[in-house]
């Protein structure tokens, strides 16, 4: 006993409770409490006719017998106390239709005491209890009781066989039935409803499993994950997403955030979040939260659109990671290498200038003259390579667009001053450079840094041409913006080498025989620093055709 009151003292879990609420729903002495509430109400029903009928046979005329009237009357009245009293979910379900019966046998008495009167309608009530709380045999036992009783009835009273004599057995007979059929009805919709709510609860079950493992999948990974709706509340987040929220708030403060430099400013509305609250949808974009000499962070932030199954806007999931130590050691070998690169180029120069005093020196042998020569050609070249170095060091928009003084310029005659400045190169390996396609074609930039652009795809269409090749140059606009299109018929790119192609210091397949693998990534920031944007289409064995996409006018508010 202690120990069952040790039990009721300690909390239940929640599934516990749910379990054994369903058990008990279940359990038959559960369905036994239903019919004993059915019997109260069904009883207390027709104590309430039977007194309003008492009521007014008390104060009227009867014209029958009272002393029978009203022993019927005081059964009603007995077995409505004892269907109170008794707990009849402790019985056998069985026996609680002795109620029902007793006031057949009630009624009965009650008809007798006055025959000519509709007294029989009082059968009513038990007649339904029976067919529809006992089921088949409920549903006879009425038929057979309900016959038999207006039989001796009949023959008691000897009263004439009419119609009318069979009109009360047989209401009785179609209210039973009605009563069985609706009961039947009932307890299939029960019992469809029960596994229904089963079915239910194993799907929520599962549901929450498969929620406990997508949330400890969330929380295992090390960058941010927000899940947000389409009204803007965040659903879901991670706690890898708190600690670097945390990291950002180090004390306890909102942080300036700032651009991919570390210096701009990020505007408010510029913000991951507010980017994507908007519906926008986009990679990697860098922000660094925190001023300077304080601590710092850079968060990489993603942002991914969610359709829901009739494709409308479901929201967006936001992805944080935290990438201070990847660019502070980007960071710092950009300088190493900016270091060491200026450090070579003054050198370098001097050693050209030698070089151009030597060869120009009368009197010199022609075999020294020629390897003059040739020192001097990989001089250049190792000086143009330290400039490729520096300038990808120093190759972030901001320092590009730091740098320029953009004008009105005619691509046209860029791309054709390029195309003969390389020329020699191309007739060394018989490549042919076809300048019919270029078109007037004004162009809004600076002319070194376009040249610059040019030169670079130019000299990498010859230099990954076959032999025998051909390189397309073309120019064309429609106002608004200028095309510079360069196609060669070279050995073309792989779709695998695509992807990394524009990345610092990356040289793809065939390209890792030379170069330094900045040339491209040097012309794309430039493109972007101009406003446009730089396109690749290339078939490995076909060839590749680079295409620069640039503002063919000032943009508004700019000084033509």
């Not at 389409?230 to 651009?259: C, K, S, W």
């Not at 360069?486 to 524009?502: C, K, N, P, Q, W």
């Amino acid at each position: 006993m202690v120990a069952a009151t040790n039990d009721e003292r300690r909390p239940v879990p929640r599934a516990r409770r749910e379990g054994r609420a369903r058990a008990a729903w279940l359990r038959p002495d559960f369905a036994d409490r239903t019919r004993e509430r059915t019997a109260t109400l069904n009883q207390l029903l027709l104590a309430s006719v039977v007194f309003a009928l008492g009521v007014l046979v008390a104060v009227g005329p009867f014209p029958g017998d009272p002393v029978l009237f009203f022993a019927g009357v005081v059964m009603v009245v007995i077995v409505t106390g004892a269907t109170l009293v008794i707990p009849w979910n402790r019985f056998a379900w069985g026996w609680v239709a002795l109620v029902p019966a007793v006031d057949i046998a009630a009624i009965t008495l009650m008809q007798l005491a006055a025959p000519g009167t509709a007294m029989g309608l009082l059968w009513i009530f038990p007649t339904t209890w029976l067919a529809s709380g006992f089921g088949l045999l409920g549903l006879f036992a009425v038929i057979v009781s309900i016959a038999a009783i207006i039989t001796v009835l009949t023959v008691a009273s000897a009263q004439e066989v009419t119609y009318t004599t069979f009109l009360l057995p047989l209401v009785l007979f179609a209210v039973a039935a009605t009563s069985h059929l609706t009961a039947r009805r009932s307890d299939a919709q029960r019992t469809l409803l029960a596994k229904q709510a089963q079915l239910l609860r194993r799907v929520l079950e599962s549901s929450r499993r498969q929620e406990q493992v997508v949330t400890e999948v969330l929380d295992a990974v090390d960058f941010g994950v927000i899940r947000v709706e389409a009204d803007g509340r965040v659903a879901v987040t991670n706690e890898a997403h708190g600690r670097l929220q945390r990291a950002v708030r180090a004390d306890g403060e909102d942080v300036v955030a700032f651009r991919d430099d570390g210096v701009t400013r990020l505007p408010p509305d510029e913000l991951p979040v507010e980017r994507a609250l908007r519906g926008e949808a986009f990679d990697s974009q860098v922000v660094w939260f925190g001023e300077e000499p304080g601590p710092r962070k850079a968060l990489s932030i993603t942002a991914r659109r969610l359709l829901d199954p009739d494709g409308g806007d479901s929201g967006a999931v936001v992805i944080s990671r935290d990438v201070t130590s990847e660019l502070e050691a980007l960071r710092a070998r950009d300088e190493l290498v900016a270091s060491v690169s200026h450090e070579l180029r003054t050198p370098l120069t001097s050693i050209l200038g030698y070089l151009d005093l030597a060869i120009e020196e009368p009197g010199i042998p022609d075999h020294v003259r020629a390897n003059l020569d040739i020192a001097e050609r990989n001089a250049e070249r190792l000086l143009r390579i330290v400039a490729d170095i520096l300038a990808a060091s120093s190759s972030s928009s901001s320092s590009i667009e730091a740098s320029m003084t953009p004008q009105a310029l005619d691509a046209r005659e860029i791309v054709r001053a390029s195309g003969e400045a390389l020329l020699p190169r191309a007739t060394m390996r018989a490549v042919e450079i076809d300048t019919t396609g270029l078109e007037d074609a004004p162009v809004w930039g600076d002319p070194v840094r376009l040249r610059q652009v040019v030169d670079n795809l130019v000299s990498n269409a010859i230099a990954y041409n076959k032999d025998g090749g051909t390189v397309f140059l073309g120019t064309t606009t429609d106002g608004t913006s200028t095309w510079i299109l360069v196609r060669d018929t070279g050995i073309g790119i792989s779709e695998s080498d695509r992807s990394r192609l524009f990345q610092r210091f990356y040289k793809a397949g065939a390209r890792r025989r030379s170069g330094t693998g900045l040339g491209l990534a040097i012309t794309r920031d430039i493109v972007r620093a101009h406003g446009g944007e730089l396109g690749l289409h290339s078939s490995p064995g076909v060839g590749s055709t680079f295409v620069v996409k640039l503002p063919a006018i000032a943009p508004e508010g700019t000084a033509a």
